[in-house]
């Protein structure tokens, strides 16, 4: 008797636990609002996302195709109800016409854990992000970027030498095979530690040196198995964070950036050294401003400005190199256009003959609308809104509620391209940019939280790529994983694998 009175308890505590978990979930059936399928009690739809069998770019996709011929979607995040919205009109509408009621972005990190994020204008919200933007946004001006391609052109030549060693060191049969993100995280890590903190990266020393700025970048944005797991606990996973406390950046990598920017700023004291990098734009900020340099906020603006440069522009080059692999007539196109462009400047790559590189920019959209570095943008309800889809959809969205904007789903959709699985630089001709329906084309973000950096983040890539393409040419390696698919756990998008080419001199 006992025994059957304390199954009966048991079996009701767990179908009370059971309705406890699925309470909300026929919030979306009550509004109206198609619901995706995969449901797990408790843990909702991202349950692939949690336990690493998805990246958060290719859930929102699944959802995003999966449902075509609606402008939202419904899903659940754990127990709480989210949505995914597929309508470029109401991509506009929270990123952009009603950005006050969806002013925050999805992925927080703690200030507590994580001090060097708390300036980054993608984690920061409410005034302190209007703030730190309005900074960055200052030192990104036209003036001041050019200021800045000094120390680019520095690591151009830097990036040609360590290729012309590296292929008389490794080449077999005039051939070496290379992983491309690995190759293009050493220029971008050179660029950043040059052109903020204005010292040497020490990227291009095949041996590791302890002050190398990629090593810096690997422990942060490609991360052991352990790595990937923290990053999840951070962005998906935070109530269990906050009892695990464990921060999104290595305390390692924390202590050498406050390190680092101390004794820089020591230096430039006992030297009166003016220099013109991003560290003296925020210094002489400061001083404009009336405040007291603070140190510790001059370390976040400096880490701010390598997390944003690093890892993002080596994953569109390698991108960029994976479709010129496979196009070796528009690979020819791009570096006939190269030479063009640098004879009429005496063989010098310059700020000036960038911007003339108009094919490269086409070559460079079309990369990102195939594979963006973030295939997915997470926004935040921060003041209740109507959402109206054009399929005459409604949802009355609370505060609180996340939106997930596919933009992987969105650059592949052939209702806006045509299509849209074919590699086309054309697309982006002059001539034809008017044919691209707004709202559609989310490389760098769109409204007030666009990216800060977005100029800066095309020369270096233009610069990089230039110095490139006018030696070597680029072929699929057979290690190449295809189809791409990209790593769960992957702050950003990264293939599973990596890109593998095997790089010949022209």
Not at 295 to 311: K, N, P, Q, V
Not at 419 to 432: G, K, L
Not at 453 to 479: D, E, H, N
Request: with cysteine; net charge neutral; aromatic share 12%.
């Amino acid at each position: 008797m006992d025994f059957v009175l304390l199954s009966l308890f048991l079996g009701g505590l767990v179908i009370a636990y059971y309705f406890y978990l699925t309470r909300n979930y026929s919030y979306w059936h009550n509004q109206g609002i198609p619901c995706a399928k995969g449901l797990l009690p408790g843990l909702g739809h991202m349950w692939p996302v949690m336990f690493l069998k998805m990246s958060l770019a290719d859930f929102g996709r699944q959802i995003y195709e999966r449902h075509p011929e609606h402008s939202m979607v419904g899903f659940y995040d754990k127990t709480d109800p989210a949505l995914v919205i597929r309508d470029p009109e109401l991509v506009k509408t929270v990123m952009q016409s009603n950005f006050a009621s969806f002013s925050d972005n999805l992925l927080k990190v703690d200030p507590d854990l994580d001090p060097l994020f708390v300036v980054n204008p993608f984690f920061a919200s409410g005034e302190m992000w209007l703030m730190f933007r309005k900074r960055l946004t200052h030192a990104f001006t036209g003036k001041r970027i050019r200021m800045l391609y000094s120390c680019v052109e520095q690591v151009c030549r830097k990036f040609d030498d360590y290729l012309e060693r590296k292929f008389e060191l490794s080449a077999n049969n005039g051939v070496m095979e290379l992983e491309m993100r690995d190759l293009f995280s050493k220029y971008t890590g050179e660029v950043v530690a040059n052109a903020s903190l204005g010292i040497e990266g020490f990227c291009f020393d095949d041996e590791r040196h302890s002050a190398s700025f990629v090593m810096m970048g690997k422990l942060v944005f490609d991360p052991t198995p352990l790595g990937k797991i923290v990053q999840t606990l951070n962005f998906f996973l935070p109530e269990l964070n906050n009892i695990l406390r464990m921060p999104f950046v290595p305390k390692h990598v924390d202590h050498f950036f406050r390190s680092t920017v101390k004794e820089v700023l020591r230096i430039r004291r006992q030297k009166i050294e003016h220099r013109n990098d991003f560290l003296q734009l925020m210094v002489d900020l400061e001083k404009t401003e009336g405040e007291q340099i603070d140190e510790g906020l001059l370390t976040a603006h400096a880490f701010s400005f390598f997390a944003d440069g690093y890892d993002t522009s080596s994953v569109t080059l390698s991108f960029v190199a994976y479709q010129l692999a496979q196009h070796p007539l528009i690979q020819q196109r791009l570096r006939d256009e190269v030479e063009t462009v640098l004879a009429r400047y005496d063989g010098q790559l310059t700020y000036e003959s960038l911007k003339e590189l108009t094919y490269m920019d086409q070559v460079i959209s079309e990369s990102q609308r195939h594979y963006t570095s973030g295939g997915a943008m997470g926004k935040v309800c921060t003041e209740e809104f109507e959402l109206k889809g054009s399929d005459g959809l409604r949802c009355r969205v609370k505060p609180g509620t996340k939106i997930i904007i596919s933009v992987f789903g969105l650059h592949k959709d052939p209702k806006y391209w045509p299509d849209a699985d074919v590699y086309d630089p054309e697309r982006f001709a002059a001539n034809r940019r008017a044919e691209i329906k707004k709202f559609t084309f989310l490389p760098f973000g769109e409204g007030p939280r666009a990216c800060v950096g977005m100029r800066m983040a095309l020369l270096q890539v233009k610069a990089c790529l230039a110095t490139f393409i006018r030696k070597y040419t680029l072929k699929i390696s057979p290690k190449t994983q295809e189809p791409l698919r990209m790593q769960p756990g992957s702050f950003l998008t990264a293939p599973i694998g990596g890109i593998w080419t095997y790089v010949t001199r022209v």
